[in-house]
Each structure stands twice: as C-alpha cells, then as structure tokens.
C-alpha cells in the first residue's frame, strides 16, 4: 500500500499541456486502478507498474453535493452555512478503470451521462499560508460544451 499519498504529488500532475492521472497496472491480470496501488484489486497481484490514464473518459454518472462533506478528509475552508455545492461524477476510461472527481465548467443542467470529458485542475481551498490548494476535475470536452 502506499501510504502519505497526497493528490497532487502521486494521484496526478500537470505535464505542460493538461492533468494526467497517475495509476497502476496489475502484472498478472493487467487490471488498471486509480488511485496507483502496489497490489491489484483485481486478483491480488503483488506486483503493479504506475500507467498514465487517458486524458479523456466519458461520464460514468453524476450527482450535486450539495452538503458540506465531513472533514476531514475534505480540505475546504468553507463553513457548513458558507458551502457552495458542486458536481461530482465518476468518469470510466477505456481501461475500464473509473475515477471519481469534482465536475467542472458546467451546470447541472449542461451535462448528461454519457458526456466525454476531460481532465482539468481546480482551485478548492487555500492552505494557512493562502496559498492554492488544487485537484484535478472533469470538464465536458469542447464539442459537449456547445450543446
């Protein structure tokens, strides 16, 4: 297992042209898993190598948050009364793997199971410094956006 994992440092990275997720490949069933595991899910293989996920996926399904999660784990400053809902959905890559994050740059009413998107950074927070806190998202591509 890998322990201290934090989003940004081994979840995934921005490699000058986009967000790339960051999972692992089973050596024994090839099953992909998001986030990278030093065992497979699948059969329990010991041995995984870390795999970059495609870019994009297509929406698995969506729901609104509309509460405050519980912190932690969430990291947002915000108070209860002070929470903004947002998107969230699971978007399921052409490995089969399906990764769950923030929706970004759409409205409840512009997306639809089904939708192609693709993966964005967002700012959620600020650490105690006020420095950016970000994650990744799923973004509708550009041809989804124009409905």
Do not use: K, N
């Amino acid at each position: 297992m890998i322990s201290d994992r934090t989003e940004s440092s081994q979840d995934w990275r921005s490699d000058g042209t986009g967000v790339v997720l960051q999972g692992s490949q089973c050596a024994a069933c090839y099953t992909v898993g998001f986030p990278a595991a030093e065992s497979c899910t699948g059969c329990g293989g010991e041995t995984t190598t870390a795999v970059d996920l495609p870019t994009e996926g297509e929406l698995w399904t969506w729901t609104t948050q509309s509460v405050r999660p519980p912190s932690p784990p969430y990291a947002g400053a915000e108070s209860a009364e002070d929470f903004s809902p947002y998107l969230v959905g699971y978007v399921a890559f052409e490995s089969g793997v399906c990764v769950e994050g923030r929706l970004a740059e759409v409205e409840p009413g512009g997306v639809r199971i089904g939708d192609r998107m693709h993966i964005v950074p967002v700012e959620y927070s600020t650490d105690s410094q006020g420095a950016p806190l970000s994650t990744f998202a799923f973004a509708p591509t550009s041809a989804e956006v124009t409905r």
